[in-house]
């Protein structure tokens, strides 16, 4: 069982930016995929981005149309601590962000094994 430990978070003003960064800890497969979920009120959970490692390599990654040129993955694999950079932000970003791990090179809500607590993202106008 992997544990996920989100930080960051916040309130920002449109335009501006938000780091998000997710430490997982426990055992872990050698094929994996870390990403970021967000879920809106009233609305579905949705894959923002995400990012896998192969045998402690970074491998692809994947970018919801909305967040693409203005949102970066990344991870640092010997922390394993996957980080989101939220550049350009504007409210309809507005939601709670979750950090989900999942063994494969997919990462669906139905290929997640664990999630973070969530953290609440707010862009005012």
């Known amino acids: 069982q992997v544990q996920l430990a989100e930080s960051g978070g916040g309130l920002v003003q449109a335009g501006g930016s938000l780091n998000l960064s997710c430490s997982a800890d426990?055992?872990?497969?050698?094929?994996?995929?870390m990403g970021w979920f967000r879920q809106a009120p009233g609305k579905e959970r949705v894959l923002v981005a995400s990012i896998t490692r192969i045998q402690g390599n970074t491998g692809n990654t994947y970018y919801t149309d909305s967040v693409k040129g203005r949102f970066t993955i990344s991870r640092d694999n010997a922390k394993n601590t996957v980080f989101l950079q939220m550049d350009n932000l504007n409210p309809e970003d507005t939601a709670t962000y979750y950090c989900?791990?999942?063994?494969?090179?997919?990462?669906?809500?139905?290929?997640?094994?664990?999630w973070g607590q969530g953290t609440q993202v707010t862009v005012s106008s």
């Open positions: 426990g055992r872990k497969s050698r094929i994996d995929t």
């Open positions: 989900a791990y999942g063994t494969g090179v997919r990462l669906s809500v139905k290929d997640v094994l664990s």
